[in-house]
């Protein structure tokens, strides 16, 4: 590798020309993974059907639908695929396939005035801010850690957390796609101690599953009522599993704070609806990237806090 590479004052840029790229990929994995969850929840939910229709003592009206369960099953396999990579990316008013002129991160959005190349509708902002915001949390994360394999670690960490709080603003959910092997990288990189020892990441993943899964069932005695989903235990545990047990104090808090700051705000001058849930997952991702890079302040300040 040249030693150019590796300087200072370059290596963060390389870094945030790869956020920018991974960025606008990960409006494709924050478009098409709600979709894809449901397609599967579907086909699921007919085969659970089918089977239960199937069963001795089904009641009569779901036996008289097996044919028509059997019928939906097929057409649901009959679809077009739709994965990560298929089909191609395309303008959701005229079709027009995205090609690869129109797809250049931040510029192909500015060149073409936030509108499609055919149709002329409108982009929505969420493109190019995500694309951006990866491309500035990658080249801090390169300035912060330098060519090391702490740079790599953290470029996941941020790139799915960044993935994971816009699906949940979209569509409130945290899919296990994406928290379930961020927590099992997280222990992989700690394995060799990039950021906490292995004992200290298995500890934080175990301690942040569990204190929000206590949360969960405590506020559900209570009141009767779900207060969080388990996506975000899921997530607090990955954090948990790159930054150790001792980051999670301050990341419950902080994610706490700021989520009651903006949800308080919300409904007093934004007229939104005191039943309507507000997802928990973008505030716990901030909390973490706060962590990843002033952890000690962090910690520090939460114990003079306290």
């Known amino acids: 590798m040249p030693a150019i590479l590796a300087e200072p004052a370059v290596f963060p840029w390389l870094c945030a020309l790869l956020g920018l790229l991974v960025g606008s990929f990960l409006n494709v994995v924050v478009h098409r993974f709600p979709v894809m969850m449901r397609r599967d929840w579907r086909m ?16 009569e009206p779901l036996k008289g639908m097996h044919p028509t ?3 939906l099953g097929k057409s649901l396999e009959a679809m077009p695929r739709y994965t990560l990579v298929s089909p191609r990316s395309a303008c959701p008013g005229c079709g027009a396939p995205i090609g690869a002129m129109h797809n250049v991160p931040l510029l192909s959005w500015l060149a073409l005035r936030g509108r499609c190349a055919r149709c002329r509708r409108p982009i929505g902002m969420r493109y190019p801010l995500v694309e951006l915001a990866a491309g500035v949390l990658s080249g801090l994360i390169g300035w912060k850690f330098g060519l090391s394999w702490a740079t790599a670690g953290g470029l996941l960490f941020a790139w799915a957390l960044l993935a994971a709080a816009v699906i949940d603003i979209d569509t409130q959910l945290l899919p296990d796609d994406i928290t379930l092997p961020l927590a099992w990288t997280g ?3 700690n394995l060799f101690g990039v950021f906490v020892p292995l004992h200290t990441a298995v500890a934080g993943a ?10 969960y ?3 559900k005695l209570i009141t009767g009522k779900e207060g969080m989903g388990y996506g975000d235990f899921k997530l607090l545990s990955a954090i948990g599993a790159f930054l150790g047990w001792q980051m999670l104090p301050a990341v419950i808090l902080l994610s706490s704070v700021v989520g009651a700051v903006v949800g308080i705000t919300l409904i007093l001058f ?5 039943q309507i849930p507000i997802p928990f997952g973008p505030y716990l991702a901030a909390a973490g990237l706060l962590a990843l890079f002033f952890g000690p302040q962090l910690n520090e300040s939460y114990l003079r806090f306290m």
């Open 270 to 274: 934004a007229g939104r609806g005191r």
């Open 44 to 59: 699921q939910a007919v085969e659970v059907m089918k089977d239960w229709a199937g069963e001795a003592g089904a009641p």
């Open 187 to 189: 222990l992989l990189f």
């Open 206 to 215: 175990i301690a942040g599953y569990l204190s929000l899964w206590s949360v």
């Open 217 to 219: 069932w405590l506020f």
């Open 69 to 71: 369960l059997e019928r």
